[in-house]
């Protein structure tokens, strides 16, 4: 891996110098566009709206329009901002680990220490583990300033960067509203539907199928042409065993359970 930023960590007088690398990859298969007549490339061009001119990246700039005016920010003016000029991750404050809602966590980063001793960072990562905190920081990356979460994932500090409080949407749906009566027999058959499915969660126990199937399907097209057979090559899909027969709640989570058990015991 290589790092895309350094920087240090400060809170207080206590300074923990760390180099950034991210903590995950796209493994999504990558496709193009191309003319469905002809199978030509499609490009797009950086065309100047004024003199019809193909402009290169090196030439392009940021503005902003206000509806009467427009301003022309240059990457020197970007640069010239004071908190982008920072290389600190600011600790802002220590909160209560279940404080912070998954739905805030946007990107994450790998810390590795980035000074001859590794003594502040070691120390900086056992009081996170036995205090049962979170660090809250703020720091500028990539023309931004972020709010981040700094927490220890075994033992390397792990930063995820936060959305911002006005960036997370209320949920205020109009078919909540009002009161929906739940039994007791629904809520003690749903409750054994949970108990069927209790598992310890194993990321490796699961794959992204479209990817999989994306790549079988070029694989096969590869060695095929366009007279591929996708039935042959994906097999013809099991019909639904219910054929479409609509269930009452109670029923739907009877079977479903009756289900997940005969799953079980046929794994077992």
């Not at 180099?19 to 193009?32: F, G, I, M, Q, R």
């Not at 205090?131 to 500090?157: C, G, N, Y």
């Not at 499915?197 to 590869?222: G, H, T, V």
Request: with cysteine; aromatic share 8%.
């Amino acid at each position: 891996m290589r790092s895309i930023w350094k920087g240090a960590i400060t809170f207080g007088l206590v300074n923990v110098p760390v180099k950034v690398y991210s903590a995950t990859e796209d493994h999504d298969v990558p496709l193009h566009q191309v003319h469905d007549k002809d199978g030509g490339r499609i490009r797009y061009q950086r065309r100047c709206e004024i003199d019809g001119e193909i402009v290169d990246y090196e030439h392009i700039v940021k503005a902003y329009d206000d509806g009467d005016k427009t301003v022309v920010i240059t990457n020197e003016d970007l640069k010239s901002l004071p908190v982008e000029k920072s290389r600190e991750i600011d600790v802002v404050e220590f909160v209560p680990s279940d404080q912070i809602d998954p739905i805030r966590y946007d990107k994450s980063y790998y810390l590795e220490p980035d000074s001859k001793s590794a003594k502040a960072y070691v120390l900086l990562r056992r009081t996170l583990e036995e205090s049962e905190r979170t660090a809250i920081v703020k720091f500028a990356l990539r023309q931004k300033t972020r709010l981040a979460a700094l927490r220890v994932m075994d033992d390397v500090l792990l930063l995820q960067t936060l959305l911002w409080d006005d960036e997370v949407r209320e949920a205020g749906f109009p078919s909540l509203k009002g009161d929906v009566e739940i039994s007791d027999r629904e809520l003690k058959m749903s409750a054994s539907l949970v108990a069927s499915f209790e598992s310890d969660f194993e990321p490796s126990k699961f794959s992204d199928d479209y990817q999989a199937q994306l790549r079988q399907l070029i694989d096969a097209k590869l060695e095929q042409g366009e007279s591929l057979d996708t039935a042959a090559t994906f097999g013809e899909g099991d019909e639904d065993e219910d054929g479409g027969e609509v269930l009452d709640l109670m029923e739907a989570l009877k079977r479903s359970v009756e289900q997940s058990r005969a799953k079980k015991k046929k794994g077992a």
